[in-house]
């Protein structure tokens, strides 16, 4: 049962007390009657019983008629939003009677109860909020196409049992932890590419498909996808969480950068948000309501990808700076340039000296505040006159002539970007040599208007600072985004969470948002509460609500559905 099972049955209960006021004067009537003559009394007990009866489905009926005419907000909320407390805790069923249904369309190998799985897809080393000892869930379920996937969820919506999608495991913010136990869904086995459309730019995969993987099918076509995150990323996860990552500022993020999709919902039903086509202003845009939504609306088995040409030539630029001030103020400039680049990174002073200390470079980098470019273009001519052109800026803003470097091979243009590609794992090396082999890792992102980057920027690096903790930063500095990278002993990590909140205060302060490309999963609900306010995300639990009205669909994620949740 559930919160929607319990508001039905709160009508019914209403609808019978109704039958039941309608009724009594018969029941009077009917015990007068019975004290007139004990040899009666039979006839009269069945009198008395069938005019309850009718007396019962007379004023259900009524009721029935006036629920309908205008039904009660407790059953059928009047309003355009949801707030919390107007909401119930929710009920789930069992498990177990979902997996009895399935077992006549899923082969054995792809139910697991196996204790090693089922911790596997709860928790993972980077995630920055984990599980409690009771948050596993009962079942790993493989399905290899969309109509499984649907059968699963039809099963799991007639017994009310959660259901928690995962795809690559490479989240950060907890999104798949089983607050609700239930049941998890592993898309793993639907990693193929359904179609590839090369004269539409365009490509049909199902969720299970690495970013990495897609990019080396593409390359010998001349072609690229744009978003790139984190090592292990599948594009499920990815539409989830709207990610992005390096070449976000050329290409966006997955929003610009999903045509379409098919989701199965929370009672099995399979939609198809649009078509194939580039632009398309017929109804509502659902391919956006599922993007982002973290698998809370429904379960993306297929994505209609954009797709770019893939620059012809391409270059790398190193350029470090005196101060985080004066780097932050060339990426304002080359930004309000309109210079096309494919990626602009920053790396602080501390980022560098941990890729320097990490063995993974030749040649030592400047241990400055340093930006990394990688500029594209049809001809070396256009690359070249990019480069200049951002050279002359870096210039302006004291980057000195000895402090800008780039590549003059495929060789060198490689060793330059190892830095970027490096930088979580120096960091990560850094704190083990440190800490000692048991180092966590909080890994959190922020976004702000590009003019107020390096007032985040040095607030960031000062908190981390006065609180005497082992960090780096980079940011995708195109967009305004950041990440901090901060490793610490576990004794630590009050002291981290509080200096995570300070940042994400401070981007609010200053305009910006609790997560540029991480999504909220349960470690950011409030924080995205101070972001939005009340009303915003009542509205959105309001279309949880009316999509997933059983609550199934992964559960506390994003904001809360339970007023009763104590889920920090």
């Not at 007390?17 to 018969?26: L, R």
């Not at 969309?146 to 989240?171: C, D, E, F, N, R």
Request: glycine share 8%; charged share 25%; net charge negative.
């Amino acid at each position: 049962m559930h919160c929607v099972a319990r508001r039905a049955f709160s009508t019914s209960k209403f609808w019978q007390n109704v039958g039941k006021n309608d009724a009594k004067q018969s029941i009077k009537t009917s015990a007068a009657t019975s004290d007139k003559s004990s040899s009666s009394r039979g006839s009269n007990l069945l009198y008395s019983a069938a005019i309850l009866t009718i007396g019962v489905l007379a004023g259900t009926s009524w009721a029935s008629f006036n629920i309908c005419k205008d039904p009660p907000e407790f059953i059928f909320p009047h309003t355009s939003t949801l707030p919390l407390d107007k909401t119930l805790p929710p009920i789930y069923g069992d498990y177990q009677k979902v997996l009895d249904d399935l077992k006549a369309y899923l082969k054995s190998d792809q139910i697991s109860v196996s204790k090693d799985e089922l911790q596997n897809h709860s928790d993972s080393f980077f995630s920055t909020d984990h599980p409690k000892d009771d948050e596993r869930p009962y079942a790993v379920l493989y399905p290899e196409s969309t109509v499984q996937v649907s059968l699963i969820m039809k099963a799991a919506h007639k017994h009310h049992v959660p259901i928690v999608p995962y795809t690559g495991g490479t989240s950060l913010e907890g999104h798949y932890i089983p607050t609700r136990q239930g049941i998890c869904i592993d898309l793993s086995r639907m990693n193929k590419v359904i179609a590839l459309h090369k004269e539409d730019l365009d490509i049909v995969v199902q969720p299970a498909v690495g970013w990495e993987d897609l990019a080396e099918y593409l390359a010998p076509e001349g072609l690229i996808f744009g978003p790139d995150p984190g090592p292990g990323a599948c594009i499920g996860g990815m539409c989830g969480t709207s990610c992005s990552g390096t070449n976000a500022a050329r290409y966006g993020t997955m929003r610009e950068n999903v045509i379409s999709l098919t989701v199965v919902m929370a009672d099995g039903s399979i939609v198809k948000t649009k078509r194939r086509p580039k632009k398309s202003s017929a109804g509502y845009n659902l391919t956006n309501l599922f993007i982002g939504s973290e698998g809370t609306l429904g379960i993306v088995t297929e994505a209609t990808l954009k797709l770019n040409i893939l620059p012809k030539f391409e270059n790398v630029a190193v350029v470090s700076f005196p101060t985080l001030d004066d780097a932050a103020k060339a990426v304002a400039k080359v930004v309000q340039s309109g210079l096309q680049f494919n990626a602009m990174e920053l790396l602080d002073a501390e980022m560098m000296k941990f890729v320097n200390g990490s063995g993974s470079v030749t040649n030592k980098y400047k241990e400055l505040p340093t930006l990394m470019f990688k500029l594209g273009g049809n001809s070396t001519n256009v690359v070249k006159e990019i480069t200049n052109d951002i050279k002359a800026i870096c210039y302006e803003c004291n980057c000195g002539k000895s402090n800008f470097r780039f590549a003059s091979s495929d060789e060198e243009k490689e060793e330059l970007w190892t830095a970027r590609k490096v930088a979580l794992w120096s960091t990560l090396d850094a704190g083990k040599l440190l800490h000692g082999p048991d180092t966590q890792i909080w890994t959190t992102d922020v976004a702000v208007p590009i003019s107020k980057l390096v007032y985040s920027l040095e607030h960031a690096r000062k908190v981390i600072d006065d609180a005497k903790l082992t960090a780096s930063i980079v940011s995708h500095a195109g967009d305004g985004n950041y990440h901090t990278f901060i490793v610490y002993p576990k004794e630590d990590r009050e002291k981290v969470q509080k200096v995570v909140e300070q940042m994400v205060h401070k981007a609010l302060e200053l305009d910006g948002t609790v997560t540029g490309e991480h999504g909220i999963g349960i470690g950011k609900r409030d924080f995205l509460l101070e972001e939005l306010g009340d009303t915003p995300i009542d509205l959105m639990r309001k279309i949880k609500f009316a999509l997933d009205p059983l609550l199934l669909l992964n559960p506390d994620k994003v904001f809360r559905i339970d007023p009763e949740d104590k889920h920090n």
